[in-house]
């Protein structure tokens, strides 16, 4: 079996356990995840799918249907047996309490500055001080003459892919397609992310 899957951001909650303990879990929506094509060892030199989801009928100018996804992914696998292509994969291809890792892209803030972008803590806020939230002096004098690259200076924060790993899956809800993730993942609700499976119960 495929060992991850796409799947969309709903939203923080919490979940108890049975021993009475209060764990914040982020809420994924699985849909159903088509498999669009597979790729063989013989002709790509590995094993693989390529999973879709929101897919989206449209005709040629020749009147041909074809099929568009709104999101694509590859992962490889050891075998692609049983993994042909227009077969669909749901959220109990992940049993709960595995092992998981999570890559989404990041909320896009814009263009900031120093003390949001990078932490700084700023200047005085008194005593007619005109130094607040500026970076400060960055540059030397005659030699080098310039600036040095990677300092840390206004830019454009966020969008950012993010990958976290080793997060425990709490619940999995098979018939609503709902998977709990233990704690906070990257990106707004709504935004597709990448499960991808690191160890399962049922291989240890």
Not at 4 to 18: D, N, T, Y
Not at 167 to 173: F, T
């Amino acid at each position: 079996m495929p060992n991850g899957l796409i799947a969309k951001k709903v939203g923080m909650s919490r979940v108890f356990l049975e021993g009475g303990e209060a764990v914040p879990v982020t809420y994924l929506a699985v849909e159903p995840n088509t498999i669009v094509r597979t790729k063989t060892e013989d002709k790509d030199g590995y094993n693989a799918i390529v999973l879709g989801v929101g897919a989206k009928k449209w005709k040629s100018r020749k009147g041909k249907e074809n099929t568009r996804y709104a999101m694509q992914k590859e992962w490889q696998v050891d075998s692609l047996e049983g993994l042909e292509a227009g077969k669909q994969i749901a959220a109990d291809t992940i049993p709960a309490e595995s092992v998981v890792s999570i890559s989404g892209i990041s909320k896009g803030k814009g263009f900031q500055g120093v003390v949001k972008r990078h932490k700084f803590a700023g200047g005085p806020k008194t005593h007619g001080s005109h130094h607040h939230r500026r970076p400060g002096s960055i540059g030397m004098c005659e030699f080098p003459g310039r600036v040095l690259k990677g300092q840390r200076l206004p830019g454009r924060m966020g969008g950012d892919t993010i990958t976290i790993k080793d997060r425990s899956i709490v619940v999995v809800d098979t018939e609503k397609g709902i998977l709990a993730v233990k704690g906070p993942i990257p990106g707004p609700n709504g935004a597709f992310v990448y499960v991808t499976v690191q160890s399962s119960p049922d291989s240890e």
